[in-house]
């Protein structure tokens, strides 16, 4: 019934450099990461942009660190519209909301299965979305790293699934694009496949003998070239076929969630009162009409200060209810501070914003600063002194998070990889 498509894990093995693209783990955070010109989390969508629009709900797995998931989506939904750019498209993808919540199932099949059409349908219209992507931590079970059905995609976060358009890609299929003709069981559509040129294919392709993870960051189109070579023929043109879904309204009836009007801004500021050496309170204020229920999400982002080490990550979705003007959030500081603790007494920086907002914009974000605690630099400084260790490479994890990723590998070498799309 579905079409299947395989290839073995050598492919992913043999990849360049993930680019920065693979999520990172708290005490890995690549440097420049993410690469792309973004301006900040809310600014997907440029000012003033009054194209249409692609409003996507994510909802995530909670194990995911909060600020992996913010450049993981940032990076994703930045080649999708890069991607838009290159085929001179007006067409942006914006994410309206990410959710953290537990989904039935391990793994992508496992996901796509356990939810029918309709199941999420009440929150997408809460933040106004017209699309639902589902980010999992897989148990890779079923090699599977995407799938599309109906207005929803599935993907797995983990690193042998980082490809950089993995979501450009199924959102394209939420668009109705297709892959190459050869890769295509249902070919409703007889001009509506991927191409490949300059010796890369582009983001529809599901052709497993070239690297997933260094494809051309557009849809094919004859209009572009690559290498001398046009990137699509009258029959390869994804991106004629998104014009035509995009200045359609009736194209597809999930598209039809309209965006939520904006009622006002937040503001927020620190508390200096109310916070300690281990908490920062943190005032979230709305202005505007403030008779309607509403919700932001405040978030942290390390500049210098390291997440999990120097503070608890933070992504808090705040409610006011109707004529509710002002709530608190705090950032917990790491207390007690950890054995891996940075044995400095510098200060270390983070910011903190508000973003994707249900009727409300925002205003500002905050300069933090945070410092390791003065007991444990003490105690720090006592263990480094009597013994000099050997010159090895040190595991810079020491069995945190970024363990995990060699094990994935090794568990991952048997199994086999492949897309699959089911509507
Ligand atoms: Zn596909």
């Known amino acids: ?208 003998n070239y690297n997933q993870f260094d494809l051309n960051e557009f849809y094919s189109d004859p209009n572009v070239t690559r290498g001398g070579e046009a990137c699509g023929t009258s029959t390869a043109n994804n991106a004629k076929v998104l014009k035509e879904i995009i200045s ?10 309209p965006p939520l009007p904006k009622i006002g801004n937040v503001t927020i500021a620190l508390d200096e009162n109310k916070s300690s050496e281990y908490e920062k309170v943190i005032t979230v204020t709305r202005d505007g009409d403030l008779s309607q229920a509403a919700s932001i999400e405040v978030y942290s982002d ?26 608190t959030v705090s950032l917990q500081l790491v207390n007690p501070a950890p054995t891996d603790a940075i044995c400095d007494d510098g200060e270390r920086t983070l910011k903190l914003g508000t973003r994707w907002g249900e009727k409300l914009g925002s205003s500002n974000q905050l300069d933090l600063t945070v410092k390791t605690p003065e007991d444990t630099l003490a105690s720090c400084a006592k263990d480094k002194e009597p013994e000099p260790t050997p010159e090895k490479p040190d595991n810079e994890n020491g069995g945190g998070g970024g363990g995990g990723s060699t094990g994935l590998l090794s568990l991952f070498s048997l199994a086999l990889f492949l897309f699959r799309r089911r509507n």
């Open 302 to 327: 390390a500049v210098t200060a390291v997440p999990a080490t120097d503070y608890q990550e933070l992504a808090k979705r705040v409610e006011f209810a109707p004529n509710e003007t002002t709530k």
């Open 1 to 208: 019934m579905n079409k299947i498509l395989i290839i073995s894990l050598s492919a992913l093995l043999n990849a360049p450099a993930f680019a920065g693209m693979h999520p990172f783990f708290a005490k890995n955070i690549p440097e420049g990461w993410p690469s792309y010109e973004i301006k900040d989390y809310n600014g997907q969508v440029e000012d003033g942009y009054d194209g249409p629009l692609s409003n996507i709900l994510v909802i995530y797995d909670p194990s995911i660190k909060p600020e992996q998931l913010n450049r993981y989506l940032v990076q994703q939904t930045a080649i999708a519209n890069k991607a838009h750019d290159i085929n001179n498209i007006k067409y942006r993808r914006n994410v309206v909301a990410a959710i953290p919540m537990k989904l039935e199932g391990e793994n992508v099949a496992e996901v796509a299965d356990s939810f029918s059409i309709g199941d999420f349908d009440e929150i997408r219209r809460k933040y106004g979305a017209s699309v639902v992507s589902l980010v999992i931590n897989s148990n890779l079970a079923d090699s599977q790293c995407g799938v599309q059905t109906s207005y929803h995609t599935v993907t797995a976060f983990n690193e042998p699934c980082s490809l950089p358009t993995l979501l450009a890609h199924e959102w394209g299929h939420v668009d109705n694009l297709g892959h190459e003709y050869e890769h295509t069981w249902s070919h409703f559509k007889d001009d509506n496949y991927a191409w490949r040129c300059g010796g890369k294919p582009t983001i529809m392709s599901a052709d497993l």
């Open 248 to 257: 359609n309204p009736n194209s597809g009836y999930w598209i039809d969630v």
